[in-house]
């Protein structure tokens, strides 16, 4: 029941955003468009910032449950405000779904999900299920190339990839997306099990990336007259700074320096936002909102969810390879492990001892772990900013 309900949660609320961006877009003229899509994306990339603070505290005071019964109120209020607002401007007659195109891009993103979630823990494709799942994402993938190209109506239209912009964008989206979600997955497990940290305090540290965020959503509001390259420079630039800051993470670390890095890094992503957005819908005709809005979120939540495996799968395998090469050296025959200010308060003469001295190594090898995952993240947001040279601006009459 609870994968249930959790794919029933995915699966309900999906559409929400991109339809919410399809009638923010829709609404505003072109030229308050950049101060409409900066309070849009606040709430966008703020809620799941701010989210894991209020989870952190609930989990912590009261108990994990309160962290789902919390969404209840929430969408209440959500849907009343739906009813009192929102109105239907009303549908296109031969409007219709591309079953065929939806399934099979459906099946293909999910095999592909579960490819690199599951990978490493069955030893990939020595398993049979790796295999099937390898096999059904191609077969599916195939399946629905082929429908797009050919069908009269398909699911996603191709003519949308002619708009240079928008293909731009996409690429840039997706990197956005890996960029964006990947700390708040990576830094709770590694404060909590290398440092010690509580939730709560974890979660004051989730919440200076959310003032960043907010900080740089109002700049790029104000930044809306500007060449939208230029917020889309700094704040990959900023994305990049932070995780050059991670990758010099280590056990001594204050606290005071990862609340640096979470500003620094919700500061870059909310930068990215506006612009991002402009990019991608400046050159679209309005009828074509709605389904690139669609394609925009989908590629957001893709990229995301993919790197983050990329990510855990890297920390993961990284540190077990560098704990069997440390552990080498953990002998009596290495004479460094003779001098007390290599050993400290560690000695090989006892059980306990070794317990502490093999606790100790794999302590450091799971950091070696993470911060090879930080390089991954640090070396996309710099692979994305060539990009940025094939977007095309129009000029201002």
Same mark, same amino acid.
């Given at each position: ?23 923010v ?5 072109p030229?308050?468009? *950049?101060?409409a899509?900066? =309070? ?12 894991p603070?209020?989870?952190?505290? !609930?989990a ?14 929430l969408?209440?209020a959500?849907? *009343?405000?739906?009813? @009192?607002?929102i109105?239907?401007r009303?549908?296109?007659?031969d409007?219709?779904?591309?079953w ?18 599951r990978g490493? %823990?069955?030893?990939w ?16 993938f195939?399946? +629905? /190339?082929?429908h797009t +190209?050919? @069908? ?7 003519? =949308? ?5 928008f293909?731009?964008g996409?690429?840039?989206v997706?990197?956005?997306g ?7 997955t990576?830094l709770p497990?590694?404060l909590?099990?290398?440092?010690g ?5 974890? #979660?004051f540290?989730?919440a200076? %990336?959310?003032?960043g965020?907010v900080?740089?959503f109002?700049l ?5 007259? !500007?060449?939208?390259r230029v #917020?889309?420079?700094v704040g990959?630039?900023l994305?990049?700074?932070? #995780? ?7 056990l001594g670390?204050?606290?005071e320096?990862? *609340?640096?890095m979470?500003?620094i ?6 930068l ?5 957005s ?5 050159t679209?005709?309005?009828e ?7 394609i925009f979120? /989908?590629?957001?939540?893709f990229?995301?969810?993919i ?6 799968? *890297?920390?993961?395998? $990284?540190?077990?390879? $560098?704990y ?27 059980t ?10 794999g ?5 070696i ?11 996309a947001a710099f692979?994305a900013m ?6 095309r601006?129009?000029r201002?009459s």
């Open positions: 029941p609870l994968l249930a309900y959790r794919i029933g949660q995915g699966a309900f609320g999906a559409p929400l955003v991109p339809l919410s961006q399809a009638i877009v829709g609404t505003y003229p030229e308050k468009r *950049a101060m899509q900066g =309070l849009f994306g606040m709430a966008v990339v703020v809620g799941p910032a701010v989210g603070v209020a989870g952190g505290y !609930l912590e005071a009261y108990d994990w449950r309160w962290v789902f019964l919390l969404l209840v109120p969408c209440l959500a849907q *009343a405000l739906v009813v @009192a607002f109105r239907d009303g549908r296109q007659a409007a219709r779904l591309d065929t195109g939806f399934v099979a891009l459906g099946i293909a993103v999910t095999c592909l999900q579960l490819l690199m979630d490493e %823990r069955l030893d494709f020595d398993s049979r299920e790796i295999a099937l799942l390898a096999t059904a994402m191609a077969v599916s195939w399946v +629905f /190339l082929v +190209f050919t @069908a009269e109506r398909p699911f996603i239209s191709p003519g =949308l990839f002619l708009d240079r912009n293909s731009i996409l690429v840039i997706f990197v956005y890996m960029l964006n979600f990947t700390p708040i990576l497990p590694l909590q099990n290398l440092k940290y509580p939730d709560s305090l974890i #979660g540290l989730l200076t %990336r959310g003032a965020l900080a740089g109002f790029a509001g104000r930044m809306g007259r !500007l060449d939208p #917020g889309l420079t990959l630039g994305v990049a700074w932070s #995780g050059i800051m991670l990758m010099d993470f280590e670390t204050s606290v320096a990862l *609340a640096w979470g500003f890094q919700g500061l870059g992503c909310g990215m936002w506006v612009p991002l402009i990019v991608v819908f400046a679209l005709p309005p074509r909102l709605p389904e690139a809005s669609a979120h /989908l590629l957001r939540n990229g995301s969810s790197f983050i495996s990329i990510s855990v799968l *890297a920390a993961a395998r $990284t540190a077990r390879i $560098t069997s090469e440390l552990a080498e050296h953990a002998s009596p025959l290495n004479e460094a492990t003779h001098w007390p200010w290599t050993m400290g308060a560690h000695t090989l003469e006892s306990e001892g070794l317990m502490a001295f093999a606790g100790e190594i302590r450091q090898a799971t950091l772990g993470y911060l090879n995952a930080f390089l991954i993240y640090t070396v692979a060539p990009f940025l040279l094939f977007v601006i129009r201002r």
